[in-house]
């Protein structure tokens, strides 16, 4: 860690939410993330592009309590549309904008490789939990001047493809980086950050602890969505990640500076 | 080339036709190709799952002088068809296969870049013409081990991705590597290779030379789409591509043995 350290930090930035669905908020993004200093990697959700070419192609999505059952029909258009088109288009503007761009999913190198959800009550289809991340070839990749662009997708090791969930994807892969390099993690989305009420972008909370977060928690005041990526956050936090951030795309642009607008997550003392 | 010659030969496989329709054969074909010793590339074309997907789309195949003219929306199901859901199930595959693939278009890395072709009498739309091969790149992550699967898709450098041949981009790459690698370039489909008479397998022409070629080809006894295939062969040949191989996707396998069934092809003595 002293080595990670002495380096530029790496910035492992998630777009996700309805960025990807609004060209203009994403070119900024892009920008904002081009003109980052130091080591960087771009993770992409899905936006509603796959939920559109699903409806156009007659695929029907299903949802078990909010979730996304991945028929193997849906499984097709999530390869065609998140690791076809989705992640090829950013890497095309991200090298007109200077960066060595190079798009993956989880099966390309062997990057991230899951193990399909095992049937319980609910069977998710072929949706993918994370077992591992070869962070080996991603510092390498990232030494080398090269800038990973990943999409939701992973593979079983055996030939079968699966969509796994791009927040798990940008987590696991900071921590896993967390031990080469000094790690700030970024989910960034079209909203400011974590809101105290999700209509008042006046109502951003600029720093949260853990402390903070449980009592915000226990209120009832952080609840939906923000919970399991707020969960997701302090689980990087103690598994390596320095710090990680929730905001809108484009306020990347201002990451490490007095004038960010978003919400800054360090790890204060434990609850009791 | 001291050097390359000392190393084990590259092989660049390109895959066409319809073997990307036919899975028992792309499964022989990757199988035989994981087993080849030394580098290789892979190279796939697009078979008919783009005009397939088109179709569904409701998108129309525009077609002059028997050419693909690429709108935008074409291109767009080019991108999810060759470069996400194809380029994406073969790398699985060769992964399960042992063989650390990496899929690519021409964005990634900037491996190719291409201008798109400027309307003249035919406006090819989205399509483009080859301008330059990372080489380097791709010799690097050879040296590392792994094995590039590129689609037939290209970009300008200005965040515009382009569709281009397949046939073109093995060829490009093949003779931006021969500075390297002593390389073998093979041309791989359904058929057994060059055949006099394309409805009898009988008739695989085994060994052809430049002036062999121009003798059949004035005779009319190579005509259609191997012409411009052969013509390909021989330009390579003369940009220091060692030996090309026209055959069937599982003969793969046999190259370089005395059981290889296909069409080799070498420089012989330039026409008088």
Known sequence: MADAAAQAPLTLLKIGGEVL???????????????LPGPKVLVHGGGKAGTRMAARLGVETELVDGRRITSPEMLEVAVMVYGGLMNKQVVAKLQALGVDAAGFTGADLDLVRAQRRPPGRIDYGLAGDV?????GVLARLLREGVTPVLAPLTHDGQ?????????????????????AFAVRLVFSFEKAGVLLDVADPQSLIRRLDRAAFETLAAG??????MLPKLQNAF???GRGVQAVYICRADAVAQLGSPAFEGTEIRN?????
Do not use: K
């Open 159 to 179: 030939g079968q493809l699966l969509n796994t969930n791009a927040d798990t994807i940008a987590s696991e892969a900071a921590c896993a980086l967390a031990g």
């Open 220 to 225: 009832g005041q952080i609840a939906g969505g």
């Open 131 to 135: 077992q591992a991340v070869r962070a």
């Open 21 to 35: 669905d609004q060209p203009e908020l994403l070119d900024a993004a892009l920008r904002a993330f081009a003109a």
């Open 268 to 272: 204060g003392a434990p609850p009791a």
């Open 235 to 237: 689980a990087a936090l």
